[in-house]
């Protein structure tokens, strides 16, 4: 006869020296967008705007991809917002989380998307894609940035209403806030644009820059380097688009250790 199994034979095995944290909510929006929520280890430190590389175990081994942090450095849980990608080595897996799942993260968070990587400036623009909203998730929710800017421009474009719903809801929660709605007071502006549905605003965010739809209807006056700042998250053309249109208005890309008047980062793929 076998011996009876012990418990440690069901446990799934957790690689060394990551986080292994617990699913506490999670909600999907569409059939390709979700968020969840998890527990925050107590060493885990990020700057608002960062990416942490966010696993589970495939079989037996670990699968990561790189996710931006969500939520903002202060909140004492982590949130992030998802694709699912039906064939995707992660994400397949990571959209059938539920609460009280294990979810990996590896121990170092990085990134360019930090509030340390502008210099000084009055109006910071935000512009997303898709998921590449997730880092200003983050930031919007940070104080810090209102102590920056006197204005924030959070733009997010999708290809239909349905994706836009991650945007709207972070916005009510911080309207509702009972700390943050008194620090982002009207400060904050979110414009959403959608491509191929009708919308209030319809069209790629290049295209509305371009015609000068997008400062027209916020009552902006067009980017000026002097007080304008830029951060730029989507897919490779999307960056690269915008970031021409930057650089046309005379905005020059930062980085932590050299801090100027825009930043870019590529938002999470696969
Ligand atoms: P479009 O519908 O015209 O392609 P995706 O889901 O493919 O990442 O796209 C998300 C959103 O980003 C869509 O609304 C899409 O518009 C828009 N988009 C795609 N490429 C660019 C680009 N090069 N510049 C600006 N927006 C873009």
New binding site residues.
């Given amino acids: 006869m076998n011996a009876p199994a012990k418990n440690e034979d069901f446990a799934v095995k957790i690689p060394d020296g990551v986080y292994a944290e617990t699913v506490l909510a999670v909600e999907h929006y569409t059939d390709r967008l979700f968020r969840f929520r998890m527990t925050r280890p107590a060493g885990f430190r990020f700057r608002s705007g960062e990416f942490a590389m966010i696993g589970l175990m495939v079989g037996d081994k670990p699968v990561y991809r790189a996710y931006s942090v969500a939520s903002p450095a202060w909140d004492e849980e982590l949130e992030f917002f998802s694709i699912k990608v039906p064939d995707g080595p992660l994400t397949s897996h990571l959209q059938k989380i539920k609460p009280g799942d294990t979810v990996l993260m590896r121990k170092k968070p990085t990134g360019t998307l930090v509030l340390d990587a502008l210099t000084p400036g009055k109006r910071l623009y935000m512009f997303s894609?898709?998921t590449g909203i997730a880092p200003f998730a983050s930031l919007i929710r940070d104080p810090e940035t209102y102590e920056k800017f006197d204005e924030v421009i959070l733009t997010h474009?999708?290809?239909e209403v349905a994706e836009l719903k991650y945007g709207f809801d972070l916005v009510e929660e911080i309207r509702n806030h009972e700390f943050l709605a008194e620090i982002v007071g009207d400060k904050l502006k979110h414009y959403p644009t959608?491509?191929?549905e009708e919308f209030s605003h319809k069209g790629?965010?290049?295209d509305l820059m371009t015609s000068g739809k997008l400062f027209a209807d916020l009552g902006v006056p067009p980017l000026d380097p002097a007080t304008d700042r830029g951060m730029i998250c989507?897919?490779t053309?999307?960056l690269?688009?915008?970031k021409a249109l930057l650089e046309k208005a005379g905005l020059t890309e930062g980085a932590n250790n050299k801090p100027a008047e825009f930043v870019i980062e590529r938002a999470f793929v696969g």
């Fill in positions: 894609t898709g474009t999708c290809r959608v491509t191929r790629r965010i290049t989507g897919s053309d999307m690269k688009d915008t």
